[in-house]
């Protein structure tokens, strides 16, 4: 028997998921499971990111109930936000979300002092104005002055681990600070935002063996042996890892907080009509690229449901939208205002009373609303990907919580006309194990795992439905201006 130990956190929740490996046979469980999400601290919108480590050693503690005496552990996260370590080794500030405000309109400022081309030619990264490039230019210039080294949220969380300091390439791609033709920091960036390379840590690929659990937190918390490796610690990185694709030309879709739609490609395509897109080429495990767009996704429903009190379930409210005519209302679900509303419910029916659509007034009527107008959006960015590449298609692969929604699963199919894959559900999870046991000797690449995975998991296949909707991408495009 061996063991596999998986932290996974998002922007809503964490979790440390334990894999059993016997004779190459898949037995997964959630350890423990905790919420996180970002507070107003000293003006910032901020993690606690104390709290999150807390939380992942009493997860770590209950695995020697279990019978875990040792394993390995990887750790994957968010991308872009960073924390900023002192000359004394502590952590200087409470990290600062990328849902704060304060680079609202920095791409404008970089811009006027590097254009965005010569950015997206260095780069080939998505233009997002909350990538850790803007924020470091936004940054408190004293804190920089004290700060030693400025380490990824992975990266922290596996240093508070182990002590080691590394930048594990996947995570810190999405800065939009790596060259793609050195493999390294760019050097004008940095100058740009006014930081010497040196405090940034080394850069390792994931599978890196970074290090064991320190002895005093062994010790402390009764934790088992564990030998931390870095994982592809960008949450969407390793959920692409985890995609059970076995042959065809597929894409993904990682579902979650997040939707993430692309390929995955041997190299990176940053030209003209990929920047024009706006299209992204974060570094994925084993040398290959993450061509994708970053687009909204479940945002819509958490914070429905929070505006509700939590009333209702998120299966209770996918019921309710059933009952609801799709495509009622065309709305640009990656409009700016939707980003972190004081209320999405008042956020939805403002817009669609401005632009003279049909308001969405009950539970199921708002869900409804959000999953049609996701649907389109992931149509419509395919749409981009397969004239970006030149490749038709065949099967989307949808990843992620997302993978539950049959609804959504079934509307995208539709809308998209290819067939859509769903699951596996844990598949970031399962992605960051992949990398472990590859790391661990148990399989040869990436492929070999992929075709073990698909053997020990169950996805389910939604056909698209010979009908009309597929008339709706068009006036979704025309209705937004795309």
Known sequence: MKYYTMIDIGASSGRIMLAEIDNKQLALQEVHRFK??????????????????????????????LGVTECHLGIDTWAVDYCLIGMDGQLLQLPISYRDERTKDTMEKVAQAI?????????????????????????????????????????????????????????????????????????????LVGIPREKFPELVVPGTKIGDVKADLTETYDLPKIEVIAAATHDTASA??????????????????????????????NDCPAYEANFTNEWGAYGTYRFLKNIT??????????????????????????AVEPFLQY???????????????????????????????TTGELVMCVYSNLALAYAHELKKVEALTQETIDVLHIVGGGANVKLLNQLTADVTGKLVVAGPTEGTAIGNLLVQMIAAGEFADLAEARKWLRSQIHVEEYPPNPIADREHLKKYEEKIGV
């Open 36 to 65: 996180n999400d970002f507070s107003r601290i000293d003006g910032s919108d901020r993690w606690d990111i104390e709290t999150i480590f807390q939380e992942i050693l009493t997860g770590l503690s209950k695995l020697k109930a």
């Open 115 to 191: 254009d965005k081309e010569t950015i997206y030619a260095k780069t080939g990264i998505q233009f997002l104005n909350f990538n850790t490039l803007y924020q470091l230019y936004e940054e408190d210039k004293d804190l920089l002055a004290r700060t030693d080294k400025i380490l990824m949220i992975p990266d922290y969380l596996a240093y508070r681990l182990t002590g080691e300091m590394v930048g594990e390439v996947t995570n810190v791609s999405s800065s939009q600070m790596l060259n793609l033709e050195t493999g390294e920091f760019d050097k004008e960036l940095l100058e």
């Open 240 to 269: 692409i890892v985890g995609v059970p694709a076995v042959g065809g030309k597929w894409a993904y879709l990682s579902s979650g907080t997040w939707s993430l739609i692309g390929v995955e490609n041997d190299a990176p395509i």
């Open 297 to 322: 996704g479940m945002w819509f429903v958490q914070e429905i449901a929070r505006n509700l009190d939590y009333r209702h379930s998120y299966g209770e409210m996918a019921q309710m939208a059933y």
């Open 331 to 361: 709305v640009d679900l990656n409009d700016p205002r939707f980003l972190n509303p004081a209320n999405m419910i008042a956020e939805i029916q403002a817009y669609c009373r401005e632009r003279g659509e049909i308001v969405p007034e």
